[in-house]
């Protein structure tokens, strides 16, 4: 009795000490320290805890399955984790049968399953082998071993059924509590890391040195070589998985993942948003239809040879004695979008396997990672909008002061304001790769390209560089472009995915994205800007407003260059005019003050000469000499006050009113003999200047009708003698001549010898103004103006001045035409 | 007396040399047309001791061809309208001819060559042309009353 009381004492202090162990415990590899307590209770060398294979059936003939050691303790830390025991063998026994296998010495002992080199190195003899049930239904033994020869018993054995009844549910105690400060422990790194971005997002470098304490505190709760998290940086482009941190010793064959199922187990977990668990990769091949009833199409290749690496990494040499290399990974979803996955691999230490238990810890801890990378990633996406925006102001007003110079200047090229603000929209927008600007050609109705920008636009041979250039696009009717749509439209366009845009047409094959703005002023749209992305990864999401905003600033600015332009076109010619009508007035003043002196001079003279007439003695050579004299000065002045008064009219636009009659051969002759006489007495006679009248019959101007204002035509032939007067050689003869034309018009017809006029000059002769230098050098008087007179009392009559180019004998001939008509 | 008269206008020029005539019976009269002329006949006038000179002011450059010389820049630039005081700065440059009286004589009013007449040396005397050449005629009389003084 009082040896049976002291037993139950010992055992209750067993279960006490347990169950503190237990409590103590903060890490799964604390159930190590369990089954240490129970081997200390009884003395034993060791305790290892067995589980059932998963997939294993028990009830199967021939059994299917085997055990695997799910943790262990051992005095000399001495490490086994063989992990298919067979189900046949003493601890299978206990397993199937329910019953405590009691073994006194392995080596004799038919049941055990001696080809392990755990039972060989560590010379155990004794063992025991407890049957339990794990809380979630899977079978297992809680075996203990000694070195000693002394075997175990029957009140050890009962004491370690008592201890093993309650493992299932004190490991259970330590899972939730390890969850419990799993969960705090991811959550003060990830509130750490909020404290510390509490001003602006952390850096990606600084997001991976969270997640690597994550990894570690992953690493150290499930005591597995791998922990790894893989994240989507939406900032870099979606569906890409990059990995964040990891505890893998080696080097990864692959840090990016996408989602697809062909890239293993970790593509699998991101492309179906669901968990994975693998109780040992090194069997994938073996149980690969059974791993697929759970998880359709997963495929797994061996490319690190895991189980040397492994082996390596935990020092076992023996491949056959190898823990299982479990495998598990969750996704890391935020609401239905999978954002990433966190993975672990390979227990270091036991438990060796990671059961649904280890799977669901790993789940709220996904969430958190979720949580804080979502807060993250749109902190960080607003900080770089921002940025953006703060950069896309300084450029705009950089880009304002640009256009401001390039306007004021004397000739600004709007095209390099299109330049400028390309350069501005790389700078401001993520991505934005091959650029260009679109005008409209109002004739056409096509885009074309007006500016370029990326080194794309250089790509090929000339001749494709050529054609790529001159491509347009029409804008009539329905859009066959996307330039066109977004030009019809007047709002941005966004292209998503070229091959499955309808309005696309390719001008270059990389092109993935692109957003088209349309340059514009309130309702006018000038064309529009084009912006390419090569790459898969989106704009950003303030891609588009910033594009939309720099084509309303093109179209201000292409507005603002055509206005100018045409504003400082306007100002030249007005300033041209302006210049023209000074010149022109200054000329008119100039024109009058010589009309003036011509006008003045022969009326001084021709009073000088009456007053002498009246004082002198009068004789008749003297007389008839001053009255020559007078009738010359008198007909000059006749001419230039008529100059006067007709160079008025013209000056005020007016036209010359004809009073025709028709002329008679009589009065034409007297007309031009006395005009002749005029000039003649007017040329200075030491020059040696005649005039001559080629005389015709009658008939001529009695079967031909020509009607003349035959003041007018005085005036205009008076013009003509006086210039050639003034311009003939000395010593030769100006010709009078009349008669019809070759196309049945009536001409008068003058023709000198002296000045040269070219055929150039043939025109300016009769421009108001205009004199040959010459001409100017060698009369002194005059505005220039004589000729202009006689073209405009031509153009009053329907007729026509004719000035015929010097020829090469030298004569010159000047023609008066005037419409005729037959009959009398 | 020896009288020089420089007008391109030979209706005018005719008129002046018969009144000097008839005024003057014993001076030898000289006549240039155009400014080239007297550009070209410089040297034979300085030598001829005139001690007079009527000068029209608006006198053309030259002749036409063939007699014709290109004028110089400063005649292409102001034109004919200040050939007559051209002439009159080259009397006045050279010692020969710088005290010789000059008489402008033009129908250019005093206003037109306001700027121009500012800065004449005593010697040259501006006189509108009329239709009577009395004025001059009682110029050149104090010109020659003054010479016989001196």
């Not at chain 1, 003493?90 to 006194?104: D, H, K, M, P």
């Not at chain 1, 001696?114 to 190195?121: A, G, I, K, P, Y």
């Not at chain 1, 504003?567 to 010619?573: G, K, P, S, T």
């Amino acid at each position: 009795m009082l040896e049976e009381l002291t037993q139950r004492d010992t055992t209750h202090a067993h279960i006490v000490e347990l169950v503190s162990t237990a409590l103590r415990q903060d890490k799964l590899s604390g159930i190590s320290e369990m089954l240490r307590t129970v081997a200390e209770a009884i003395n034993a060398y060791g305790a290892i805890l067995w589980q059932v294979t998963p997939g294993s059936d028990l009830d199967a003939s021939p059994l299917k399955g085997s055990l695997f050691v799910l943790a262990q303790w051992l005095q000399d830390d001495y490490r086994f984790a063989l992990h298919d025991l067979p189900l046949e063998s003493a601890t299978g026994e206990a397993i199937l049968n329910q019953v405590s296998v009691n073994v006194a010495d392995v080596w004799t002992d038919p049941r055990v399953f001696t080809r392990t080199s755990f039972l060989r190195e560590t010379g155990v003899k004794p063992m025991c082998s407890v049957p339990l049930r794990f809380l979630d239904g899977g079978m297992g033994a809680l075996n203990l071993y000694r070195k000693t020869a002394t075997p175990f018993t029957e009140t050890e054995v009962s004491d370690v059924e008592q201890l093993a009844s309650l493992i299932p549910a004190l490991y259970q105690t330590v899972r939730d509590n390890v969850s419990l400060t799993l969960l705090r422990g991811v959550n003060d790194i990830l509130n750490e890391a909020e404290i510390r971005s509490a001003d602006q997002p952390l850096s990606k470098v600084e997001m991976k040195k969270v997640f690597d304490s994550i990894v570690r505190r992953l690493a150290a709760t499930f005591q597995c070589v791998e922990a790894s998290v893989f994240l989507e940086d939406r900032l870099e482009g979606t569906k890409r998985y990059e990995l964040m941190a990891t505890t893998w010793p080696g080097r990864f064959k692959k840090n990016i993942y996408s989602a697809n199922v062909r890239e293993g187990l970790t593509g699998w977990v991101l492309s179906r948003a669901k968990p994975v668990k693998i109780f040992d990769l090194a069997h994938f091949e073996q149980d690969k239809k059974l791993i697929q009833r759970d998880y359709p199409n997963l495929i797994w290749r061996d490319s690190l040879d895991i189980k040397e690496t492994v082996g390596g990494f935990l020092q076992i040499t023996r491949a056959t004695e190898l823990p299982p290399l479990s495998f598990m990974a969750v996704p890391v979803m935020m609401g239905d979008k999978v954002i990433g996955a966190i993975r672990c691999c390979t227990a270091r230490q036991g438990p060796y396997y990671f059961a649904d238990r280890e799977l669901n810890l790993l789940k709220p801890v996904a969430s958190q990672i979720a949580s804080y990378t979502s807060n993250w990633m749109s902190r960080r996406e607003m900080q770089q909008e921002n940025e953006s925006w703060r950069s896309l102001v300084q450029s705009v007003s950089r880009l304002n002061t640009f256009v401001h110079n390039e306007l004021t200047r004397s000739a600004p090229d709007e095209l390099r304001i299109f330049d400028e603000a390309m350069r501005v929209t790389k700078s401001v927008i993520d991505g934005a790769e091959i650029m260009d600007v679109r005008l409209l050609d109002e004739g056409t109705k096509e885009l074309y390209f007006a500016r370029t920008y990326g080194q794309a636009w250089k790509l090929g041979d000339e001749s494709e560089i050529n054609d790529r250039q001159r491509k347009r696009f029409s804008i009539r009717g329905r859009p066959t472009s996307a330039g066109a749509k977004a030009f019809q439209s007047g709002q941005v366009y966004i292209i998503k995915d070229v091959y499955k845009d309808p309005y696309y047409s390719e001008t270059f094959p990389a092109t993935r994205r692109m957003i088209i703005a349309p340059i514009s002023v309130e309702d006018e749209i000038f064309g529009v800007l084009d912006i390419r992305r090569t790459s898969a990864f989106a704009f950003p999401k303030h891609a588009e407003a910033i594009a939309e905003l720099l084509g309303h600033q093109l179209g201000l600015y292409h507005f603002l260059a055509r206005n100018i332009g045409r504003l400082r076109n306007a100002e030249i010619r007005l300033k041209a005019n302006i210049t023209e009508l000074e010149r022109m007035r200054d000329q008119q003043a100039q024109t009058f003050e010589d009309l003036e002196h011509q006008l003045r001079s022969p009326i001084i003279q021709a009073y000088a000469r009456v007053q002498s007439l009246l004082i002198e003695p009068v004789t008749i050579e003297n007389l008839r000499q001053n009255l020559k004299a007078l009738s010359g000065l008198c007909g000059k002045a006749k001419r230039v006050a008529s100059s006067a008064g007709l160079f008025a009219k013209l000056a005020r636009q007016e036209p010359i009113e004809t009073r025709k009659t028709r002329l008679q051969h009589d009065n034409l002759m007297k007309m031009l003999s006395e005009t002749a006489a005029d000039h003649e007495l007017l040329t200075d006679p030491a020059r040696g200047i005649t005039f001559y009248i080629h005389r015709r019959s009658y008939e001529l101007l009695e079967m031909t009708r020509v009607e003349v204002d035959h003041d007018l035509l005085e005036q205009a032939i008076s013009n003509l003698l006086d210039n050639a007067g003034k311009y003939s050689s000395k010593r030769t003869r100006v010709e009078i001549s009349w008669g019809m034309t070759g196309g049945e018009r009536f001409q008068i017809v003058v023709t000198n010898k002296g000045l040269v006029i070219h055929s150039s000059d043939v025109r300016r002769c009769r421009d108001r103004g205009w004199r040959g230098s010459i001409a100017a050098a060698v009369t002194g008087e005059g505005s220039g103006i004589g000729l202009w007179i006689v073209d405009n009392i031509m153009t009053a009559h329907n007729g026509e001045l004719i000035i015929v180019p010097t020829t090469a004998e030298g004569s010159t001939e000047v023609k008066l035409v005037f419409p005729a008509s037959r009959g009398r | 007396m020896k009288i020089l008269v420089v007008e391109d206008d030979h209706l005018q020029a005719d008129w002046m040399h018969k009144n000097l005539r008839i005024a003057f019976p014993q001076a030898e009269l000289f006549q240039v047309s155009t400014e080239y002329e007297f550009q070209t006949r410089f040297e034979e006038l300085a030598r001829e001791n005139l001690e007079a000179v009527v000068m029209d002011v608006m006198l053309r450059w030259a002749d036409p061809p063939p007699d014709f010389s290109t004028p110089p820049p400063e005649v292409q630039e102001q034109g004919f309208y200040r050939a007559g005081l051209r002439c009159e700065r080259k009397l006045a440059e050279d010692e020969r001819t710088q005290a010789i009286p000059v008489i402008l004589y033009t129908v250019l009013e005093q206003a037109d060559l306001k700027n121009d007449l500012q800065n004449l040396p005593d010697n040259v005397l501006y006189l509108p042309k009329k239709s009577d050449l009395e004025p001059v005629i009682s110029e050149v009389r104090r010109i020659m009353r003054q010479r016989t003084e001196t």
